[in-house]
């Protein structure tokens, strides 16, 4: 009875680890992307999941209109397709940046 008893104490840490770990921390992910989604304004710039960026021109139930670039394309695409507010940099470009701002302080 002893070893039965400790192994579904086992299993049940097992779970709640699972639990506080990977399901909690997504469900929290998913939560704040949706807000995010759902705040959206005109005037707001965007990166999709394709990696287009562009400024918010109409705010639809469950679509955004989107204009990129200086030629004024627009593009209509669904709310689940946007990434992130604001323009997402690459980790070679954030890398770059600060050492040419590094560069610009040793400089001066």
Request: net charge positive; aromatic share 4%.
């Amino acid at each position: 009875m002893d070893g039965l008893t400790s192994s579904i104490i086992m299993i049940v840490v097992m779970i709640a680890i699972f639990y506080f770990m990977l399901i909690r921390p997504e469900n929290k992910r998913k939560k704040e992307a949706t807000e995010m989604r759902n705040s959206l304004t005109v005037g707001d710039e965007i990166t999709t999941i394709g990696g287009i960026v562009g400024t918010v021109c109409a705010v639809k139930a469950n679509s955004v209109v989107l204009e990129t670039g200086a030629d004024r394309v627009r593009i209509e695409l669904m709310k689940w397709a946007i990434s992130s507010k604001g323009v997402q940099v690459a980790e070679d470009e954030k890398a770059s940046e600060s050492q040419k701002s590094a560069d610009a302080k040793k400089k001066k």
